[in-house]
Protein backbone atom coordinates (compact mmCIF):
# COMPACT_ATOMS: atom_id res chain seq x y z
CA UNK A 1 0.00 0.00 0.00
CA UNK A 2 1.87 3.35 -1.23
CA UNK A 3 1.09 6.38 1.20
CA UNK A 4 -0.68 8.74 -1.37
CA UNK A 5 -3.08 5.86 -1.75
CA UNK A 6 -3.85 5.14 2.05
CA UNK A 7 -7.54 5.15 2.54
CA UNK A 8 -9.54 6.83 5.64
CA UNK A 9 -11.67 3.10 4.82
CA UNK A 10 -8.57 1.10 5.68
CA UNK A 11 -8.29 -0.27 9.18
CA UNK A 12 -4.17 -1.61 8.06
CA UNK A 13 -3.17 2.01 8.20
CA UNK A 14 -1.61 3.20 11.04
CA UNK A 15 -0.61 7.07 11.83
CA UNK A 16 2.17 7.74 13.92
CA UNK A 17 1.63 11.28 15.77
CA UNK A 18 5.05 12.50 17.34
CA UNK A 19 3.40 15.17 19.69
CA UNK A 20 0.09 15.00 21.97
CA UNK A 21 -0.54 18.72 22.42
CA UNK A 22 -3.66 20.25 21.59
CA UNK A 23 -3.22 19.82 17.58
CA UNK A 24 -1.89 16.46 18.02
CA UNK A 25 -4.79 14.83 20.95
CA UNK A 26 -7.40 16.68 18.36
CA UNK A 27 -5.92 14.87 14.88
CA UNK A 28 -5.49 11.34 17.22
CA UNK A 29 -9.00 11.66 17.97
CA UNK A 30 -10.31 12.71 13.98
CA UNK A 31 -8.29 10.08 12.64
CA UNK A 32 -9.24 6.91 15.26
CA UNK A 33 -12.61 7.73 13.91
CA UNK A 34 -12.34 7.87 10.52
CA UNK A 35 -10.73 4.36 10.84
CA UNK A 36 -6.87 4.92 11.35
CA UNK A 37 -5.03 3.20 13.59
CA UNK A 38 -2.58 5.64 15.65
CA UNK A 39 0.53 5.49 17.79
CA UNK A 40 0.70 8.41 19.66
CA UNK A 41 4.05 9.80 21.28
CA UNK A 42 4.65 12.70 23.88
CA UNK A 43 7.98 14.13 25.52
CA UNK A 44 6.94 12.78 28.49
CA UNK A 45 6.56 8.93 28.13
CA UNK A 46 3.65 6.83 26.54
CA UNK A 47 2.41 6.12 30.42
CA UNK A 48 1.26 10.29 30.60
CA UNK A 49 -0.77 9.61 27.83
CA UNK A 50 -3.04 7.10 29.74
CA UNK A 51 -6.18 8.90 30.09
CA UNK A 52 -5.76 10.20 26.18
CA UNK A 53 -6.02 6.70 24.85
CA UNK A 54 -8.47 5.79 27.78
CA UNK A 55 -10.86 8.41 25.96
CA UNK A 56 -10.00 8.11 22.61
CA UNK A 57 -10.42 4.35 22.47
CA UNK A 58 -9.46 0.97 21.17
CA UNK A 59 -7.69 3.00 17.81
CA UNK A 60 -5.37 4.49 19.88
CA UNK A 61 -2.19 4.00 21.75
CA UNK A 62 0.86 5.24 22.89
CA UNK A 63 4.69 4.63 22.43
CA UNK A 64 7.59 6.68 22.07
CA UNK A 65 8.63 8.93 19.22
CA UNK A 66 10.88 6.52 18.07
CA UNK A 67 7.77 3.39 18.66
CA UNK A 68 5.42 5.47 16.99
CA UNK A 69 7.73 6.91 14.15
CA UNK A 70 8.53 3.33 13.41
CA UNK A 71 4.84 2.18 13.32
CA UNK A 72 3.51 4.84 11.01
CA UNK A 73 2.84 3.81 7.44
CA UNK A 74 2.73 7.68 7.42
CA UNK A 75 3.45 10.41 9.82
CA UNK A 76 2.20 13.49 11.73
CA UNK A 77 5.11 15.88 13.30
CA UNK A 78 3.46 18.33 15.73
CA UNK A 79 6.24 19.32 18.42
CA UNK A 80 7.39 22.98 19.23
CA UNK A 81 9.91 24.08 17.07
CA UNK A 82 12.58 24.01 19.82
CA UNK A 83 11.80 20.34 20.16
CA UNK A 84 12.98 19.27 16.78
CA UNK A 85 15.92 17.70 16.72
CA UNK A 86 14.29 14.97 18.89
CA UNK A 87 12.02 13.69 16.33
CA UNK A 88 13.81 10.39 15.39
CA UNK A 89 14.88 10.49 11.40
CA UNK A 90 15.65 7.09 10.76
CA UNK A 91 12.62 5.61 11.68
CA UNK A 92 10.27 8.00 9.44
CA UNK A 93 13.26 7.56 6.35
CA UNK A 94 10.80 7.33 3.01
CA UNK A 95 7.21 8.07 4.85
CA UNK A 96 5.27 11.03 4.30
CA UNK A 97 5.23 13.36 7.24
CA UNK A 98 2.75 16.31 7.74
CA UNK A 99 4.30 19.06 9.79
CA UNK A 100 1.96 21.00 11.70
CA UNK A 101 4.78 23.61 13.41
CA UNK A 102 4.94 26.98 14.13
CA UNK A 103 7.34 28.89 15.04
CA UNK A 104 6.63 30.90 18.44
CA UNK A 105 10.09 32.75 19.21
CA UNK A 106 8.70 33.26 23.18
CA UNK A 107 8.98 29.28 23.47
CA UNK A 108 10.94 28.39 20.67
CA UNK A 109 14.16 31.36 21.48
CA UNK A 110 14.79 33.08 18.51
CA UNK A 111 15.96 31.12 15.27
CA UNK A 112 18.04 33.67 13.25
CA UNK A 113 17.55 31.87 9.98
CA UNK A 114 13.73 32.26 10.51
CA UNK A 115 14.18 35.82 12.03
CA UNK A 116 15.95 37.06 8.82
CA UNK A 117 13.48 35.04 6.48
CA UNK A 118 16.36 33.09 5.09
CA UNK A 119 14.09 29.74 5.92
CA UNK A 120 10.99 28.62 6.36
CA UNK A 121 9.30 26.47 9.49
CA UNK A 122 8.38 23.65 7.09
CA UNK A 123 11.91 23.82 5.40
CA UNK A 124 13.48 23.34 8.89
CA UNK A 125 11.00 20.40 9.15
CA UNK A 126 12.32 18.82 5.86
CA UNK A 127 15.94 19.10 6.20
CA UNK A 128 15.83 17.76 9.41
CA UNK A 129 14.00 14.86 7.86
CA UNK A 130 15.99 14.39 4.81
CA UNK A 131 14.92 11.36 4.13
CA UNK A 132 11.02 11.62 4.63
CA UNK A 133 8.61 13.53 2.32
CA UNK A 134 7.25 16.77 4.06
CA UNK A 135 3.80 18.24 3.28
CA UNK A 136 2.74 21.34 5.30
CA UNK A 137 -0.50 20.91 6.74
CA UNK A 138 -3.19 21.92 9.79
CA UNK A 139 -0.86 24.54 10.64
CA UNK A 140 -3.03 27.65 10.71
CA UNK A 141 -6.09 26.34 12.25
CA UNK A 142 -6.75 26.44 15.84
CA UNK A 143 -6.95 22.95 17.43
CA UNK A 144 -10.61 23.35 18.58
CA UNK A 145 -11.91 24.08 14.68
CA UNK A 146 -10.23 20.83 13.43
CA UNK A 147 -13.22 18.77 14.26
CA UNK A 148 -16.15 21.53 14.11
CA UNK A 149 -15.52 23.61 10.90
CA UNK A 150 -15.55 21.19 8.22
CA UNK A 151 -18.51 20.41 6.14
CA UNK A 152 -19.23 18.21 2.81
CA UNK A 153 -17.50 18.76 -0.50
CA UNK A 154 -19.08 20.97 -2.63
CA UNK A 155 -20.42 23.24 0.64
CA UNK A 156 -21.25 26.41 -0.08
CA UNK A 157 -18.32 28.59 1.72
CA UNK A 158 -16.72 25.26 2.67
CA UNK A 159 -13.59 26.15 5.06
CA UNK A 160 -10.46 25.79 3.21
CA UNK A 161 -6.45 24.75 4.76
CA UNK A 162 -3.24 25.61 2.47
CA UNK A 163 -0.65 22.72 2.23
CA UNK A 164 2.87 22.82 0.73
CA UNK A 165 5.22 20.41 -0.24
CA UNK A 166 8.46 19.57 -2.82
CA UNK A 167 6.41 16.06 -3.22
CA UNK A 168 3.34 15.45 -5.20
CA UNK A 169 2.55 12.50 -3.16
CA UNK A 170 2.73 13.90 0.30
CA UNK A 171 0.29 17.03 -0.99
CA UNK A 172 -1.80 14.52 -2.60
CA UNK A 173 -1.98 12.60 0.86
CA UNK A 174 -2.47 15.68 3.05
CA UNK A 175 -5.38 17.13 0.40
CA UNK A 176 -7.05 13.34 0.89
CA UNK A 177 -6.27 14.03 4.61
CA UNK A 178 -8.41 17.44 4.54
CA UNK A 179 -11.14 16.44 2.68
CA UNK A 180 -12.03 13.43 5.19
CA UNK A 181 -11.75 16.40 7.74
CA UNK A 182 -14.10 18.72 5.83
CA UNK A 183 -12.07 21.01 4.87
CA UNK A 184 -10.89 21.98 0.84
CA UNK A 185 -7.48 22.72 0.08
CA UNK A 186 -5.26 25.22 -1.78
CA UNK A 187 -1.99 24.20 -2.80
CA UNK A 188 0.68 26.92 -2.43
CA UNK A 189 3.24 25.10 -3.94
CA UNK A 190 7.22 24.38 -2.52
CA UNK A 191 8.47 24.30 0.84
CA UNK A 192 10.37 27.36 -0.10
CA UNK A 193 6.38 29.32 -0.43
CA UNK A 194 5.13 28.03 2.70
CA UNK A 195 5.98 31.01 4.74
CA UNK A 196 2.89 32.56 3.14
CA UNK A 197 0.82 30.42 5.94
CA UNK A 198 2.93 30.94 8.79
CA UNK A 199 2.46 32.91 12.07
CA UNK A 200 0.41 36.70 11.44
CA UNK A 201 0.20 36.24 7.83
CA UNK A 202 -3.21 37.34 6.54
CA UNK A 203 -4.24 33.67 6.32
CA UNK A 204 -2.93 32.45 9.38
CA UNK A 205 -5.94 31.20 11.71
CA UNK A 206 -8.54 32.93 9.92
CA UNK A 207 -11.43 30.74 8.49
CA UNK A 208 -11.72 31.38 4.97
CA UNK A 209 -12.87 29.54 1.67
CA UNK A 210 -10.39 28.64 -1.18
CA UNK A 211 -10.73 31.79 -2.84
CA UNK A 212 -10.75 33.90 0.23
CA UNK A 213 -7.08 31.58 1.21
CA UNK A 214 -5.64 32.40 -1.93
CA UNK A 215 -6.73 35.78 -1.57
CA UNK A 216 -4.59 36.10 2.02
CA UNK A 217 -1.79 34.11 0.28
CA UNK A 218 -1.36 36.69 -2.32
CA UNK A 219 -1.32 39.33 0.00
CA UNK A 220 1.19 37.93 2.41
CA UNK A 221 4.30 39.71 2.42
CA UNK A 222 7.72 39.01 3.59
Known amino acids: MSCASASFADPMTTVGIIGAGHIGSTL?????????DVVIANSRGPETLA????????????????????????AIVTVPLKALEEV???PLAGKIVLDTNNYYWERDGHIAALDENRATTTGLVQEHLRTSRVVKAFNHIMAGDILTTGSPAGTPGRRALAIASDHADAAALAAE??????????DIGSVAESWRVERDRPAYVVRQDADELRENLARAER
Open 28 to 36: AEGLADRGY
Open 51 to 74: DLVARLGDHVRAATAHEAADAADW
Open 88 to 90: PVE
Open 177 to 186: VYDQFGFDTV
